[in-house]
């Protein structure tokens, strides 16, 4: 009985140190990836990039591409595979990282390698509120936003 104990006990602690490996390169490879413009019935283009550290930037423009920097913005990721839990990013304005540029730097962590359906909420300062759905694949090259048909 203590045998069984003392494998598993070693076990979980591997399994914690490759999580850890693979959470320190996803946070890596956020930020060498791709950005990619989704547009969506609100007439609000939706363009997401990585950002250095555990982030994503996403940038707001209207449809003249003017920057968007009246809303709160907030990020919850779902690997496309069942039984991984979701990973969510509070709400942040625009000028949380100094600037009102229509760029919100939403802290935001991956945590493995795979692909993912990016839920991006948007609430504007009139009340409008927007939700879209993007596609990502986070591989070793970073972050790769999915456009329709792709």
């Given at each position: 009985?203590?045998?069984?104990l003392k494998i598993s006990q070693?076990?979980?602690?591997?399994?914690?140190?490759?999580?850890?490996?693979?959470?320190?390169?996803?946070?890596?490879?956020?930020?060498?990836?791709?950005?990619?413009s989704i547009s969506n019935t609100?007439?609000?283009?939706?363009?997401?990039?990585?950002?250095?550290?555990?982030?994503?930037?996403?940038?707001?423009?209207?449809?003249?591409?003017?920057?968007?920097?009246?809303?709160?913005?907030?990020?919850?990721?779902?690997?496309?595979?069942?039984?991984?839990?979701?990973?969510?990013?509070?709400?942040?304005?625009?000028?949380?990282?100094?600037?009102?540029?229509?760029?919100?730097?939403?802290?935001?962590?991956?945590?493995?390698?795979?692909?993912?359906?990016?839920?991006?909420?948007?609430?504007?300062?009139?009340?409008?509120?927007?939700?879209?759905?993007?596609?990502?694949?986070?591989?070793?090259?970073?972050?790769?936003?999915?456009?329709?048909?792709?």
């Amino acid at each position: 009985m203590t045998a069984r104990l003392k494998i598993s006990q070693a076990w979980g602690v591997k399994q914690l140190i490759l999580m850890g490996f693979v959470l320190l390169a996803c946070t890596m490879l956020a930020a060498c990836g791709r950005e990619k413009s989704i547009s969506n019935t609100s007439n609000l283009n939706v363009t997401l990039m990585p950002a250095p550290g555990q982030a994503i930037i996403v940038q707001l423009t209207d449809a003249s591409g003017q920057p968007v920097n009246d809303a709160v913005v907030s990020i919850e990721g779902n690997m496309q595979h069942a039984g991984m839990a979701p990973v969510t990013a509070n709400g942040v304005r625009d000028e949380a990282d100094g600037a009102k540029d229509g760029k919100y730097q939403v802290p935001f962590s991956f945590t493995m390698l795979g692909d993912w359906v990016l839920t991006v909420s948007i609430q504007r300062a009139d009340g409008t509120k927007v939700q879209q759905d993007i596609n990502a694949t986070v591989n070793e090259q970073g972050m790769t936003v999915k456009t329709a048909g792709q």
